[in-house]
Structures are given as C-alpha cells and as structure tokens.
C-alpha cells in the first residue's frame, strides 16, 4: 500500500484556532526572548524538527539561524552533532535533552542526563528549555499533521 502526500495544508488552522494560535505564537517569542537566547532556541527548534520531520519548521528555523549569522557548515550538522566538531557543552547538552524529550516515552530523562543539564544551565535556563522542546514539538505536530506547506520565501 502506498500512500500519497499532498503538499497542500489540510485547514486554515492559524485562523480557525485563531486564540491558540496566537498563544503558541506568544509562548514561542518569550522563550526566544528568555535566558537560552535566540541562537541556542532556534538550534533546539531546528533538531527538534529535524527528529520529527516537519519541513515547515526546518526551512523557517534553518533560514533564523542563518539570518543570525549561523554558518551553513554548522546547520548542515546539526542532525549529527555527536560527530560534528561545531557545538558548544551548551549546544550539546540543550540538543541530548532536546533528543531526550522528544523521544519520550522511548528514552530516559534520566537523573544522570539532568545532572548533565545542570552543569551548563542554571534552573532557570532548564526550565525554558522545557518549554521551548514543549513548543517546537507542538508546532511540529500541529504543521505536519495540517501540512503546513513550505512557502516560496522564507517565514520569520
């Protein structure tokens, strides 16, 4: 059996949940805004969307962080970070907890893996972490399952 995709969006969601929408909006500027900082959000939005496959999110969160001066060796890596000498213990630690959550229930957010968050983040910075790995999977699952389509220019 084969199935066949539509590169057309299934709903106007952003208008039909015009208030919900307008809330992940809301959720997604503060976290940018908040102590992990632009960069280092875009980089967890970017995996994060990689994992679950949503190219709407990549091509937007590829296209911030190359407007923030991000090189494109780097982008190009961050799917294989692990190998890739471009990422800071910051990076490391936000992407491995970023796989962590997002793999739930199939992973293990461990004691030892928080310990590991605790050494390069304050609580503070954890606690944002948690929420901007809550919001990009949540604005992944929303764009793929609508099939948010990737636009000719990039959104930002």
């Not at 605790?118 to 910075?125: H, K, L, P, W």
Request: hydrophobic share 45%.
């Amino acid at each position: 059996m084969t199935s066949s995709t539509s590169h057309t969006a299934r709903l106007p969601y952003h208008q039909l949940s015009s208030k919900a929408f307008m809330g992940l909006v809301n959720l997604s500027d503060t976290v940018k805004k908040g102590p992990l900082g632009l960069r280092l959000t875009e980089l967890v939005f970017l995996r994060v969307s990689q994992i679950n496959g949503c190219a709407y999110c990549m091509d937007m969160h590829w296209h911030v962080l190359v407007k923030d001066g991000m090189e494109p060796r780097h982008l190009n890596a961050v799917a294989g970070w692990r190998e890739a000498p471009f990422f800071s213990d910051r990076e490391r630690a936000a992407l491995r907890w970023a796989e962590i959550l997002t793999a739930t229930p199939h992973s293990d957010a461990s004691d030892e893996e928080f310990a590991k968050l605790q050494a390069v983040f304050s609580a503070a910075e954890i606690s944002d972490l948690g929420f901007a790995i809550a919001i990009i999977n949540a604005w992944n699952l929303i764009n793929a399952g609508m099939r948010a389509p990737i636009p000719q220019t990039p959104v930002v």
